[in-house]
Every structure is written in C-alpha cells, then in structure tokens.
C-alpha cells in the first residue's frame, strides 16, 4: 500500500492537464467511484488494525493532495481559455473594432476656404443645384449667344420656353439671389455642387464644388479685391504664399483676372507639380460688372464689388497633391480613410 501511495504522489506530481476536459477526466481517474484514490480508500478496510491510524493520516492527505491538484488544473484550464459565460462564449474576447469614418477630402477643403473667408465677415449662403437660365446666366451678363449655354457645356432639365431650368454650371447664381434678396452691403460666400457637361477625365468631372464670393459696398475697388485674394492665400496656403493675376475673361465681371498662387510644393523654384512655372492657378476674379449690379436692382454709380470663384476639387488637388480628379468622386475606401486624419481648421 505504501509503494500504491507513494506511485499515486508521483503521478499526480507530474500531472499536465491543457483542458478543462482533461482535467474533469484526471478527477475521475483518481477520485471517481473506479479511481485510483478511492480504490486505495477501499482497501483501508484489509489494514492490519495496528496499521491503522498511519494509513488513515496517509490516505487523507493523499486524498486532500489529489483534491487540490484537480483544482488547480481546472483553475489553469479555466484561465487558459478565458471565464466562459453560462452558455459557453468567450466573453473577455475584445469586440471587433468599428473603423472610424473620416471626413470626406473635399467637405475638409470647402469648410477650410469657407471658414477662412467666415473670419474675414462673410455669411455663408446657399441655393438650388436646379436652377433657371435667368439666375445661372441671364442676370449675370451672358449675351444671348455665349457659348455656356449651349447643350455642350450646361445640363437642361426643361427647354423649349423662357427661362429653361438647368443644372448650375457655377455658385454664381447663389449671388445672383442674394443680390436680390440682402440688404447691402452684402459680403457673402456660396459653397455648392455645380454641374457641366464635360468628359469625365483626370482633369474634368461633370460635377464639382465652388465656393464663390462676392463683396458689395460703396468704393469697393480692385485694390480690396486683391487684399482679399491675398489674405485667403496666405490663410490656405502658408504665410510666405505670393500670388500674381493675370488679366481674364467673365460676362459678369469687368475687369476680370485669374489668379495664381506661388507653388507651395518647390516654393516658386518650378516643379512638376507647377509644371516649371512657379505658379499654380486657383481662381477667377473680378470687380462686378455694372450691368450684373443693375440687374439685381443695385445702382452702379453707388455702389461697386469685386466677386471670386474657385473649384474646391482644385484647391484639394494642390493640398494634397492629388493629382486625377476622379479619386474624389469614386469614393474608394483606400482613397478615403487616407484623409482620416486630416483636421480641419
Ligand atoms: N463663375 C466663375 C466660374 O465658374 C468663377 C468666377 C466667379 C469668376 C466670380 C469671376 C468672378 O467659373
């Protein structure tokens, strides 16, 4: 009996259990009703009586010693795999992670130029993206015949009458109601959707965003227009951004100018990016024409203002330097979670 004892010892000693089954069936093995344990339990009664009270003392430590050994196997066992619920699942498993949403890059942009021109004193206004032909074009000076209008460049909704509802080919139609609307002076900034109907290539997208502007005051002259310009530039483009305008064409504003920013990427040196010139081109620009004033029922001998309009796409394109038009459009998840930290101003 002693050597049975002293073998069972040595078993348990070297016991490795990985499971909680293994365990369960460690316990059976030594202290179930055929266990080894309870076996030597039984045999307590063949002891001589002598013997008695040594292997009484033996066989309950052993019997202790076993009990505690199981435990401690199906404690392991149990931190191995984590506490179980009542029905099994695992429940100090992490969650799966929800991945965060990002701002879109050109909703990041409109609100950095919107914001920019919101501490300079401008609201913020806008209009419908179907428009009619009165706002987008008529009312802003655009001769009968001007090209914009034809179906090449303008989505029509309806035709054949007056005043055809169309698609807006740019904000400026959001001036045009708040001419007509506002008290003056009106200083005022028009983000919005706009529509053309040009091939879809890496350059050109038949829908885009602007934020257009425009400032209406008495002696509002081009000197006010281009502080302005300036101002903005430096805001998005850095403190040491110069710009230059180079004379341009609009219906609605005379004169009117291009504007360029030194290029922030090579700082004026000539990049690939500026392609060699230095020089990017942001938006254009221009002291309203008084015809646009008059028709919105404002006088022009009193009253004069400068306005400006830039694609939001573009200045997006020379922020990041992301260079194909579409990626802003395709809404592909690898092009998008890119701007996940990008803040806003
Ligand atoms: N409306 C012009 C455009 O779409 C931009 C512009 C706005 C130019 C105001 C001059 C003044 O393209």
């Known amino acids: 009996m002693k ?125 419908p993206e179907i428009e009619d032909d009165y706002h987008v074009f008529e009312a802003l000076n655009f ?21 055809p509802l169309l698609l807006r080919t740019h904000t400026s139609s959001v001036q045009v109601r708040t001419m007509e609307t506002q008290p003056l002076p009106i200083r005022v900034v028009c983000p919005g959707r706009v529509f053309r109907n040009e091939a879809i290539s890496a350059r050109a997208h038949c829908i885009f965003h602007q934020v257009e502007g425009l400032y209406i005051d008495k002696n509002v002259t081009f000197a006010d227009l281009k502080q302005a310009i300036l101002l903005f530039a430096r805001e998005m483009f850095g403190p040491d951004t110069q710009i230059r305008m180079r004379p341009s064409y609009f219906p609605f504003t005379e004169p009117s100018a291009e504007v360029d920013v030194s290029c922030n990427i090579c700082k004026g040196k000539g990049c690939n990016i500026c392609k060699g010139t230095g020089w990017l081109e942001i938006m254009g620009c221009g002291m309203v024409d008084p015809n646009v004033l008059k028709a919105s029922g404002i006088d022009p001998e009193v009253y004069s203002g400068f306005a400006f309009g830039m694609g939001v796409e573009r200045i997006a394109m020379l922020k990041w330097q992301v260079n194909d038009l579409r990626h802003y459009f395709e809404n592909d998840m690898r092009f998008l979670s890119e701007f996940s930290t990008a803040t806003e101003v």
Do not use: W
């Not at 001769?143 to 005043?163: C, I, K, W, Y």
């Open 3 to 127: 050597e049975a004892i002293e073998q069972i010892y040595k078993e348990l000693q070297d016991l490795k259990t990985a499971t909680l089954k293994e365990a369960e069936e460690a316990r059976v093995r030594f202290l179930g009703k055929k266990g080894e344990v309870t076996a030597l339990m039984e045999q307590f009664r063949t002891v001589a009586p002598e013997l008695k009270r040594e292997y009484g003392q033996k066989l309950n430590d052993l019997k202790k010693f076993t009990l505690a050994k199981i435990e401690e196997l199906k404690d392991a066992a149990e931190a191995a795999s984590g506490p179980a619920s009542a029905s099994g699942e695992d429940l100090s498993m992490p969650g799966d992670s929800m991945p965060l949403g990002s701002r879109h890059p050109v909703s990041i942009v409109r609100q950095q130029i919107v914001d920019i021109f919101r501490k300079f004193g401008y609201d913020v206004a806008e209009g």
């Open 143 to 163: 001769p009968p015949n001007h090209p914009a209008r034809e179906m090449q460049d303008t989505f029509f909704v309806s035709t054949g009458h007056l005043n």
